[in-house]
Nanobody, 116 residues
C-alpha cells in the first residue's frame, strides 16, 4: 500500500513562487510514475506535470517554462517536488499529487492561491 503526503501550498502574490512537495511511502514500485494535477471547483482535474520512473518530465502547456518537476528516489520512499515560478492568478487551484504504477493513488490535495 502506498501513502502520499503533500505540503507546500499557500497564498502568494502574482509573479511569486511556491514549492510543492509530495512524499510517497510504502510499497513503491520501481516503474511508478508520479505527477501533479490541479482542479478548480466545477472543472475537471487537469495534468500540470508528470515525471517517469527514470526522471523524464512532461509538462502541460500552461506549466512549460514556469514550473519544474523533480523527484528523489530512496528505499521505500519517493519525494516529488513542483517548483512553481512566475505564478499567475489562473494557477489558483487545489493541487494533487498522483502515484501511478499497478494502481493509482491520489494525495489529499493542497490549496494554491495566487492573488494580490
Amino acid at each position: 500500500q502506498v501513502q502520499l503526503v503533500e505540503s507546500g501550498g499557500g497564498l502568494v502574490q502574482p509573479g511569486g513562487s511556491l514549492r510543492l512537495s509530495c512524499k510517497a511511502s510504502g510499497r513503491i514500485a520501481s516503474i511508478a510514475s508520479m505527477g501533479w494535477y490541479r482542479q478548480v471547483e466545477g472543472d475537471k482535474r487537469e495534468l500540470v506535470a508528470s515525471i517517469s520512473s527514470n526522471n523524464i518530465p512532461l509538462y502541460a502547456n500552461s506549466a512549460e517554462g514556469r514550473f519544474t518537476i523533480s523527484r528523489d528516489n530512496a528505499e521505500n520512499t519517493v519525494s516529488m517536488y513542483l517548483q512553481m515560478n512566475s505564478l499567475k492568478p489562473e494557477d489558483t487551484a487545489i493541487y494533487y499529487c498522483r502515484y501511478s504504477a499497478y494502481r493509482t493513488v491520489w494525495g489529499q490535495g493542497t490549496q494554491v492561491t495566487v492573488s494580490s
